[in-house]
């Protein structure tokens, strides 16, 4: 198991205004004739306060063996199921199935927009806290997550220990964000899909740009444009 620790209860102030917060957040509204068009996937941004008060965001490493995105960062999540009745289910399940993490225990507060990804999938960001840290322990799937850790959610505003790639889609340039983090079981490269989301919902609950440049690629925001390209 990674770095992830039982932290202890912060103030409930913090907790309850950042659940209240969250809630007023209004997503772009989606294109409806995307709804169906493509692969959908859901993913689980879950936030609780750290020892010091901080807000801080359970990440997990990815399994080696895995045949794609083998060894890298990754919130909990995946594809959606026919079982599966929205996105907010899609993400607590994929969350208990890959870290333990029982549903109950996840105040879901909001649903961001939809992302597009390259390779036409569309991934929803399901943004939850867990207030009751004592109750959740983590359980890694063997198959799918080799280790489970944390991460404060404000770095990822931060131009600390951050690179970027430029990089370039159908003549429009993007960044792709590289964060480095050192927990205390070793040391973790959060990049690409998993940086720009984190980089979007510490943006929401700070209330506040990142200290750099975000140049987000165009195609991100395709599924409220309705302008996903065809294959």
């Known amino acids: 198991m990674g770095s992830y620790k039982d932290p202890n209860h912060g103030s409930d102030d913090v907790v309850e205004n950042l659940v209240q917060r969250l809630r007023l957040y209004k997503p772009t509204p989606v294109s409806d004739e995307t709804q169906f068009s493509v692969k959908r996937a859901a993913v689980l941004v879950c936030i609780f306060q750290g020892n010091n008060g901080d807000l801080r965001v359970i990440l997990t490493k990815r399994s080696s063996s895995l045949s794609s995105h083998s060894g890298e960062v990754a919130l909990p999540g995946g594809k959606q199921e026919e079982t599966d009745i929205d996105d907010i289910q899609t993400a607590l399940r994929e969350a208990k199935e890959e870290i333990g993490l029982e549903p109950s225990l996840v105040n879901v507060v909001t649903v961001l927009e939809p992302i597009v990804t390259k390779h036409r999938m569309i991934v929803v960001p399901v943004v939850g806290i867990l207030s009751d840290t004592k109750a959740f322990d983590p359980c890694p799937c ?24 430029e990089k370039e889609w159908k003549g429009e340039k993007y960044l792709l964000h590289y964060f480095d983090y050192e927990a205390e079981d070793g040391k973790y490269l959060i990049w690409a899909f998993t940086a720009g989301v ?23 925001d395709m599924a409220i444009t309705g302008d996903i390209p065809k294959p």
């Open 142 to 165: 063997a198959d799918e997550v080799e280790a489970i850790f944390d991460a404060p959610l404000e770095m990822f505003l931060k131009d600390e220990n951050r690179w970027a790639e």
């Open 198 to 220: 984190l980089i979007r919902v510490a943006s929401i609950v700070y209330q506040r740009p990142p200290a750099f440049l975000e140049l987000r690629p165009r195609f991100w």
